[in-house]
């Protein structure tokens, strides 16, 4: 497998124009979460932000964000398209690495192709990470994609099933799931949404 786990290489596909996650503005079902109000400002992280676009988003609608990426390319452009009126911090980071001082400080975490994107063998590693993040009471908005089962990747296939078994293990209880009607036409019915409520670490 290619070196995913290095932020070179996903330096090297923003640099060759091989990002094609990449939607070029805010993700239109997180932009109709927003609009519903239910979900209240908190403190949120974005793991795997890219350029910033769902971050600044949040932002603008008074959450206080913190967008994570390890590749340099994406962190400059997330600042090269800082928004005064609406400010994120930005951190150069690996997402399994972050400080023991951010752990229990988020009310949300937000997840959308960060987790199709890491080897699937540390997918539960990276559900660790989420856990660790939150709050008790916290919540994850997971828009997973792509649900399908292709080999390869990245993006790597996404099992909802195997979704549900990683966080439902670390306290986490699913509290809605939908097949967004707005997803962008390319990956219509390869989405779901899902929301989960963190009940907290035990000992």
């Not at 908190?42 to 350029?51: F, Q």
Request: net charge negative.
């Amino acid at each position: 497998m290619r070196n995913i786990d290095r932020p070179e290489f996903w330096e090297q596909a923003y640099q060759e124009g091989r990002d094609a996650w990449d939607l070029g503005g805010p993700t239109p079902v997180f932009q109709r979460l927003l609009r519903s109000g239910e979900f209240p400002p908190g403190r949120m992280i974005v793991p795997g932000a890219g350029r910033g676009y769902d971050a600044r988003e949040f932002a603008r609608h008074g959450f206080t964000v913190t967008a994570v990426d390890f590749a340099a390319d994406a962190v400059q452009d997330m600042r090269d398209r800082a928004d005064l009126a609406a400010p994120v911090e930005i951190l150069q980071a690996d997402i399994f690495e972050l400080p023991d001082a951010m752990a229990g400080t988020f009310d949300y975490v937000l997840e959308y192709v960060c987790y199709c994107a890491i080897d699937p063998r540390r997918r539960p590693e990276y559900a660790d990470a989420v856990a660790r993040l939150l709050k008790p009471g916290g919540t994850f908005i997971d828009l997973a994609m792509p649900v399908d089962d292709h080999t390869g990747g990245p993006p790597f296939a996404v099992s909802v099933a195997e979704l549900l078994t990683l966080f439902t293990e670390r306290g986490f209880t699913l509290v809605r799931r939908e097949i967004p009607p707005d997803s962008v036409p390319p990956r219509r019915g390869r989405e779901e949404l899902l929301i989960f409520r963190f009940a907290g670490l035990t000992a």
